[in-house]
């Protein structure tokens, strides 16, 4: 069954990511499984937030982050923990957020056009599952309210899809 994305018509940025997780929150009820609902935050967030270019979902598999669902360009498969923006806000447990990525070190460039970046860190009490990533071909696209938004969308994922990890 098709569901309507709808982006919240707001201004206010915290407003809408208050919309937002709402409709994440609909989205999501009734179903437990973390690849489905990954998929679906994945694609109701690229669709629904201006100016991103890659929306998507890095789980840790043995020791390193492996791609899961996304929408944007192919990517990058496999990221180690502590390298590239992702592998660095996975290792702190910490979301990181980095206007131009081309002068953090390290950056790992799966897309070129992609200028900034919001990594948010998906931790269930002690265990780091994986991590939110969110690109953009825009410098300075993200911002604090960005950050607070997507932790709080990211925590309706994680509780969403609790009971089948």
């Not at 940025?13 to 997780?21: G, V």
């Not at 360009?73 to 923990?81: G, N, T």
């Not at 938004?149 to 709080?152: D, F, I, S």
């Given at each position: 069954m098709a569901h309507s994305i709808e982006p919240p018509a707001t201004a206010?940025?915290?407003?809408?990511?208050?919309?937002?997780?709402?409709?994440l929150s609909g989205l999501l009820t009734?179903?437990?499984?973390?690849?489905?609902?990954?998929?679906?935050?994945?694609?109701?967030?690229?669709?629904?937030?201006?100016?991103?270019n890659w929306?998507?979902?890095y789980f840790l598999k043995q020791g390193e982050l492996v791609?899961?669902?996304?929408?944007?360009?192919?990517?990058?498969?496999?990221?180690?923990?502590?390298?590239?923006v992702c592998g660095t806000a996975a290792e702190a447990r910490r979301p990181v957020v980095v206007p131009d990525v081309h002068v953090f070190p390290g950056h790992i460039?799966?897309?070129?056009?992609?200028?900034?970046?919001?990594?948010?860190?998906?931790?269930?009490?002690?265990?780091?599952?994986?991590?939110?990533?969110l690109d953009s071909p825009s410098a300075g696209r993200f911002d604090e309210d960005d950050r607070a938004?997507?932790?709080?969308l990211a925590a309706i994922y994680l509780a969403a899809s609790k009971e089948e990890r």
């Open positions: 206010n940025k915290r407003e809408f990511y208050r919309e937002l997780a709402l409709q009734g179903e437990r499984d973390p690849i489905a609902n990954a998929a679906n935050t994945a694609a109701l967030l690229y669709h629904a937030l201006p100016g991103v929306v998507g979902f791609l899961g669902p996304f929408q944007g360009k192919p990517a990058c498969v496999r990221i180690a923990l502590g390298r590239g460039a799966c897309d070129t056009a992609s200028r900034s970046e919001l990594v948010v860190p998906l931790v269930e009490g002690d265990t780091l599952v994986g991590v939110l990533d938004g997507c932790e709080n």
